[in-house]
């Protein structure tokens, strides 16, 4: 049973909520994955209705019908990301990695003459690199008092030195698609979804006192946890014309069973005294669920248009039991809305050669928030936040390929921004140093009644090679 006790805010009436985590890992755990071939994402994910490579089951597993031949590819990334900061002053952050990104295999079998002359099975791994480091520097207007060595009647003042939230981690997505074509004018998929998340997150606090330097860990941090779920997908493609196709998919909710996660937290007991120890419990987690609708257009042999919406239906994500996580699920009830997002894609054919280019816009999946926060002046209002937590992300990509005759090379970048308001304080932080080896008691350096905001850009990149073989 989870035992995280973070009071993050007071919103609307819900107090206490231990939500920190939750929210930060919901684009962990969410259905769909930023990953793919490099035509897929030089073309912005937008391949919902023209179908054909193994990626494109991510959008609708029809795609896997629309496959004439048998193809393998494999997909190497180098992704980067920065933070620009902003609360009084401005900090800046970045960090990069190389990695695997996807490996997929498509196999066609050809039915002779029947109506149904196409069957396809398709293969797919993906993942998704979740590194992201925050940070804010000094501000000497953010200062409040703590108890000094547990005597209440001895206050220290402090000065806010600093703030770091960072988080590792992955989410893999393992697809194995049944693809189906019926006269080359209606296409049908399938798809079993095996993902696995691994999220690691570890947030501190710095405070100066009398020009030394304490640093605290928000309590509850560092915390990691490792979950595997399934989802189902299923999706129809038709050919209005040779020119016009549509197509349709839903993707169920991600279900994790048996979340593991790990955490150090100061926790108090039936004796009625707090111990600072490293926990561990398990949890269960629901998704959001989509539904894409799909247009696309293919003009001869050289041009191809495709835009899709997608609907997420973020009312499915709970937290089980139930009972353990009633602060949380009223908060995702109240505040995580449905959300939109928009993809547009186009690929040019010049013989051999290729060039693409797309845009994606993803809404945030929260609604405004209204809470009483100081944006770093020392002043904390009443202000309300249309982009707490998460803000709206815009992708643009450019791609390009070449067809050796069997054996291709496909290129892709993409660049993705958003902006956002980073809630933080009015929690516990813990000084994990001060203890009489029994009894662990958390030292409160923030003011605990007070949120404070921050301004985040935040911009990631995304660089893609992918070699592929059709036969």
Do not use: C
Not at 141 to 148: N, V
Request: charge should be negative; hydrophobic fraction near 35%; proline fraction near 2%.
């Amino acid at each position: 049973m989870k035992k995280i006790f973070i009071t993050l805010m007071t919103v609307a009436g819900i107090t206490n909520a231990q939500i920190v985590q939750d929210i930060n890992s919901i684009p962990a755990y969410s259905n769909g994955i930023n990953s793919g071939s490099a035509r897929y994402i030089g073309m912005g994910g937008a391949m919902g209705a023209l179908g054909g490579d193994i990626s494109s089951v991510e959008q609708n597993p029809a795609g896997l019908g629309v496959a004439i031949t048998s193809e393998v590819n494999v997909t190497l990334g180098f992704d980067s990301y920065k933070n620009k900061s902003t609360f009084g002053n401005t900090f800046k952050t970045d960090d990069n990695s190389f990695q695997f990104q996807n490996v997929g295999a498509t196999f066609v079998f050809a039915n002779g003459d029947d109506a149904w002359n196409r069957f396809s099975i398709g293969l797919k791994y993906s993942q998704e690199n979740l590194d992201n480091w925050m940070a804010l520097g000094r501000n000497d207007k953010i200062t409040g008092t703590y108890l000094t060595n547990d005597d209440p009647e001895e206050y220290t003042t402090y000065t806010m030195a600093g703030y770091q939230d960072q988080i590792n981690g992955y989410k893999n997505k393992m697809s194995m698609n049944f693809g189906a074509s019926y006269n080359d004018k209606i296409y049908l998929g399938l798809g079993l979804n095996l993902h696995d998340v691994r999220f690691d997150n570890y947030v501190v606090f710095d405070e100066d006192t009398d020009g030394t330097v304490y640093r605290y860990d928000l309590n509850g941090t560092p915390y990691s946890s490792d979950a595997t779920g399934f989802s189902l997908s299923a999706g129809v493609i038709g050919k209005v014309n040779d020119a016009l196709r549509l197509g349709l998919a839903y993707h169920s909710p991600t279900w994790y069973s048996k979340i593991e996660e790990n955490y150090f937290a100061n926790l108090e007991f039936s004796d009625g005294n707090y111990y600072y120890d490293l926990y561990y419990s398990q949890y269960d987690r629901n998704s959001d669920s989509r539904l894409v609708a799909s247009a696309g257009m293919v003009i001869g042999k050289s041009f191809a248009l495709n835009a899709d919406y997608t609907l997420h239906m973020n009312g499915s994500t709970k937290l089980k039991p139930k009972n353990d996580f009633s602060s949380t699920n009223a908060f995702f009830d109240k505040y995580l809305k449905s959300s939109s997002e928009i993809r547009l894609g186009g690929e040019y054919r010049l013989d051999k050669f290729k060039i693409r280019a797309g845009y994606s816009f993803i809404e945030s999946p929260f609604d405004n928030i209204t809470l009483n926060a100081d944006p770093g002046t020392g002043t904390a209002a009443s202000r309300n936040f249309k982009d707490a937590f998460r803000g709206n992300i815009n992708s643009f990509s450019l791609g390009a390929g070449y067809d050796f005759g069997g054996f291709y090379l496909d290129a892709a970048y993409q660049y993705q921004s958003q902006n956002y308001n980073y809630i933080f304080g009015n929690a516990d932080y813990i000084d994990y140093d001060y203890s009489d080896d029994t009894v662990y008691y958390a030292s409160l350096p923030l003011n605990t009644t007070n949120n404070y905001s921050a301004k985040v850009k935040n911009t990631r990149g995304l660089f893609l090679l992918t070699a592929g073989w059709q036969f």
